[in-house]
């Protein structure tokens, strides 16, 4: 072929959108139901907005971003994550005069350039929630809930959660100064990206995946013995909270995320699959971005999962996801004047807010080879016999069952239709 879809991207066919349609569904509803709104941001923001917020010295900014001049001359980059641009929404629309805290989630695509692997797109869709103006870790636990939860609702029940604590601006200055000196220790069986942290981005150190730096990580400090007394409470607290829905955890003093913005709580939850690209939803805590982007001081937390890696680990389980089947009446015709009745009763089927279409001009059993290919519940056969006779043949295919039925009755029954009722 002389063209295929872009390299990292990937078409999501017929098929495939059952698993979508479920998801996002599945995702509204439990988002929805701890009292989160939805919120749709645009595709690209100003270049300068994922600078302030994830930092110019993180992996996304310094190689992964798609940005362009527009024919204006401003510098635009296409989303790569939704907490800035939930933020900016934030500031922008004055939501901090709401009553707080504000909840919001969203359904988007965003777009990293990085090397494609398995469960890793350069475009990909994210389900994710922000909660806005509160401290208090209840919400921590709360969203770490809504992670849990969904992942739970949609089958994927073998998870395990880590967490860990980072401590804030007051805190972690001493313990990465504690982590470079640390690691100054090691800098020369450090791979070339750590070299680069040590002094850009140190706790990014303990994110690294090359198997050479893994007994470094190992025996590195830990955050959780840095943190002051407001972040320990904090720390403290949310595993009280944690332990009250029941939800089991392990603290990984390692555990960093990506992003520069996060602070205190940060999570990761995986299922049980070994290889680099395993982790299924994370985030954390980010007080002080809000005010880093020009609004006022809030708090803030939210998390991010990818949606085609939830997918993926549907397929991976063979996860059961029918759903209860619909009416679909697929009208097969044979002759002119067959075809026309069969526009004619489609289109008033579709009307009633019923699935409807006429089959291909081919023989009747190429039409209900079709049929099955389009999963109809239904067909409804017409050929000059029926015409003449006004008496149409309505076959369920599902049960193989066949009956005679007017123009009228057809209509009568789509109205009143509950799938696997029998037709007198």
């Known amino acids: 072929m002389e063209f295929q879809a872009p390299r990292g991207t990937t078409d999501v066919l017929p098929d495939d959108q059952r698993y979508w349609?479920?998801?996002e569904n599945t995702a509204s509803q439990v988002a929805e139901?701890?009292?989160?709104?939805r919120i749709d941001t645009p595709v690209f923001e100003d270049t300068n907005l994922y600078i302030r917020s994830i930092g110019d010295s993180t992996d996304i900014v310094e190689k992964e971003t798609y940005t362009f001049s527009d024919r204006g001359g401003d510098s635009l980059t296409l989303r790569p994550e939704g907490t800035a641009s939930v933020c900016r929404a934030y500031i922008q629309h004055g939501m901090?005069?709401?009553?707080q805290p504000v909840r919001l989630f969203?359904?988007?695509p965003n777009f990293r350039y990085e090397r494609p692997q398995a469960g890793r797109f350069r475009a990909f869709h994210q389900?994710?929630?922000?909660?806005f103006g509160e401290s208090d870790p209840y919400i921590d636990a709360e969203v770490i809930e809504v992670s849990w939860r969904f992942l739970t609702s949609v089958g994927i029940d073998d998870i395990s959660l880590r967490i860990n604590s980072i401590g804030d601006s007051n805190c972690r200055p001493k313990y990465v100064d504690a982590l470079q000196t640390?690691?100054?220790?090691?800098?020369?069986?450090l791979c070339p990206d750590c070299?680069?942290?040590l002094e850009t981005n140190p706790l990014r150190l303990l994110d690294c995946k090359i198997e050479s730096c893994q007994p470094v990580i190992q025996s590195a400090p830990k955050s959780t013995e840095y943190l002051c007394l407001p972040c320990n409470a904090h720390w403290v607290q949310l595993q009280e909270y944690l332990e009250t829905t029941g939800i089991g955890y392990e603290i990984d003093n390692t555990l960093v995320r990506g992003l520069d913005y996060y602070s205190r709580t940060v999570y990761e939850i995986?299922?049980?699959t070994e290889r680099r690209t395993n982790v299924i939803a994370g985030g954390g805590r980010y007080d002080g971005l809000l005010e880093q982007l020009g609004g006022p001081a809030t708090p803030g937390i939210g998390f991010g999962m990818g949606i085609e890696r939830v997918i993926e680990n549907i397929k991976r389980l063979e996860i059961d996801i029918a759903s209860n089947p619909k009416l679909s009446i697929m009208f097969a015709h044979i002759g002119e004047g067959a075809k026309k009745e069969a526009i004619s009763l489609s289109s008033q089927i579709r009307r009633l807010g019923k699935e409807s279409f006429v089959g291909p001009s081919r023989g009747l059993r190429s039409q209900m080879r079709y049929a099955s290919h389009m999963n109809s519940s239904h067909v409804i056969i017409i050929g000059d016999d029926e015409l003449s006779t006004g008496l149409y043949t309505l076959r369920d295919l599902s049960k193989g069952d066949q009956t005679e039925i007017t123009a009228d009755g057809i209509l009568n029954f789509v109205k009143t239709h509950d799938i696997g009722q029998k037709v007198d």
């Open 270 to 272: 995986t299922p049980p």
């Open 195 to 197: 070299v680069r942290r």
């Open 127 to 131: 389900f994710g929630i922000e909660a």
């Open 106 to 108: 969203y359904l988007c």
């Open 96 to 99: 901090h005069n709401m009553p």
């Open 21 to 23: 349609r479920y998801v």
């Open 33 to 37: 139901s701890f009292g989160y709104r």
């Open 182 to 189: 640390y690691y100054q220790n090691y800098s020369q069986s």
